[in-house]
């Protein structure tokens, strides 16, 4: 069935209704004017497609927590996403990584919904798509815009990256990112993009182990470092270096003050190195107020995530999470003024 | 055009860790590079939508001048897939520049 009820909307070229919108005939120039703005919205919508696979996201048929972990049996990422191993209800599987990706998908959804009221990454009840076992020996994991995809790692230096809660946590929240302030993934746009993925992959971390700000261990990636690494972590949120001299990743790179900010082409301008400066904000915030870092901090966090938008740079996230903390908590008040001073500390 | 060095670079990933090595061009067999060259026009071939994607630079100093060519894990063409697993096996931590 068509749903072009004037056939002068869907056949004619662009040149021709341009012709006839500067027609005599008032008739022609009004079907003419009403087709070019109807290709304009289309052509809009295919721009903002392009720019936002959020609005392509799949939804789940229920509208609620949907899960689908998938295994890609060490073939590459053009794979994606590989055969569909566990679903929403589904009996757990032998393979520790599907059931992994299965359970922290989960808990990352229940941490959105029962802090945020958050309905899935999109909040409309997104399916959580995983896929375990890509590549041969990929020490990696990523978000390609639509999904979760984790490696085994080279069982050396990294184990297999679902083992981890706040890795499953950080590519999630990627996801959330990209349906919320859309952060440009380069330069400090795309260091906040990080800085969000680190904060609540951490915050799921600690809200799954009931932990205190002051208990936690501020800690990115401790589970997925296998033997061979000297490194205990891959980031910390802490004043101090994750790693030294290993011999794997040599020096940790990150930055804990805006003076030290890498300016460098690498890592899409150092997209993972300069995040280091507002996790470190961030930690100070949350040890600052104390109790659980999900209640106060995270709301402050979680309130100025949703009003950045893709262009955001350090400078308006000091000043929106100073803004989301006198709104939630008001003006002067010991959560407005730990923020203020955690953003000093770090050199705003 | 005849490749006389490359330098190549691997940063990004979940760890942000950069790492790199380089080559004479005479250490490049035919194939690894008959697969640089088909790909020097390339430029940055990046998926806009991936995060925490590895990024692979190749930057090479040829005959013609210097050529940069820039993939990810999903943008990685399969002629070089085996090139950039031998140079990361190869490749060591390096600061970024």
Redesign the interface.
């Known amino acids: 069935m068509s749903c072009c009820h004037n056939p002068i909307h869907c056949i004619l070229p662009p040149y021709i209704l341009d012709r006839m919108a500067e027609s005599d005939d008032p008739k022609v120039r009004a079907i003419a004017v009403a087709a070019i703005a109807r290709s304009a919205s289309l052509r809009a919508t295919r721009t903002t497609l392009a720019q936002m ?1 959020a609005m392509a996201a799949i939804p789940s048929a229920v509208g609620k927590k949907e899960r689908l972990v998938y295994d890609l049996k060490n073939r ?3 794979f994606l996403p590989g055969t569909l191993v566990r679903r929403e209800g589904g009996a757990k599987s032998k393979d520790p990584a599907v059931n992994e990706a299965y359970d922290y998908s989960g808990l990352t959804y229940d941490f959105y919904l029962k802090l945020f009221n958050r309905n899935s990454l999109d909040d409309r009840g997104m399916t959580l798509i995983s896929s375990v076992h890509v590549a041969r020996k990929y ?8 999904q979760m995809a984790y490696g085994d790692g080279d069982g050396v230096i ?1 184990t297999r ?1 679902t083992k981890s809660i706040d ?1 499953v946590g ?2 999630l929240t ?1 996801g959330v990112v ?1 349906h919320t302030c859309n952060l440009d ?1 380069k330069n400090e746009s795309g260091a906040l ?2 800085h969000f ?1 680190d904060v609540f992959g951490s915050l799921i971390k600690q809200w799954k182990k009931k932990q205190t700000a002051a208990k936690a261990d501020w800690l990115i ?1 401790p589970d997925i470092m296998a033997p061979g690494a000297k490194a205990k972590a ?2 910390t949120f802490k004043d101090e270096p994750a790693y030294t001299g ?6 940790d ?1 990150q930055p804990k003050h805006l003076k030290d900010k ?1 300016t ?5 301008g ?4 300069n995040s280091g400066i507002p996790n470190h904000a961030f930690f100070l915030v949350a040890t600052t107020i104390g109790g659980n870092a999900w209640d106060k901090a995270g709301r402050i966090w979680y309130r100025t995530m949703l009003a950045l938008n893709q262009k955001s740079d350090f400078n308006q996230m000091v000043s929106m999470s100073t803004q989301s903390a006198a709104t939630l908590f008001g003006n002067n008040s010991p959560e407005h003024k730990a923020v203020i001073k955690a953003w000093k500390t770090v050199g705003f | 055009m005849d490749i006389r060095k490359l330098r190549f670079r691997v940063s990004g990933g979940f760890a942000g860790v950069i790492r790199g090595t380089e080559v004479d061009g005479s250490a490049l067999d035919a194939g690894e590079r008959r697969a640089l060259l088909a790909h020097a026009h390339d430029g940055s071939a990046r998926d806009s939508h991936a995060r925490d994607a590895q990024v692979y630079a190749f930057e090479m100093d040829t005959s013609d001048g210097p050529v940069r060519i820039e993939f990810d894990d999903n943008t990685l063409p399969e002629d070089l897939a085996a090139l950039v697993d031998r140079l990361s096996a190869a490749s060591g931590p390096i600061k970024g520049k």
């Open positions: 696979p590459g990422s053009s020490n990696n994991a990523f978000w390609n815009g639509e990294f990256f890795v950080h590519e990627h990209t993934y993009n990080e993925a990636g891959l980031r290993d011999p794997y990743l040599g020096d790179p890498y460098g082409g690498d890592d899409s150092g997209v993972h190195i």
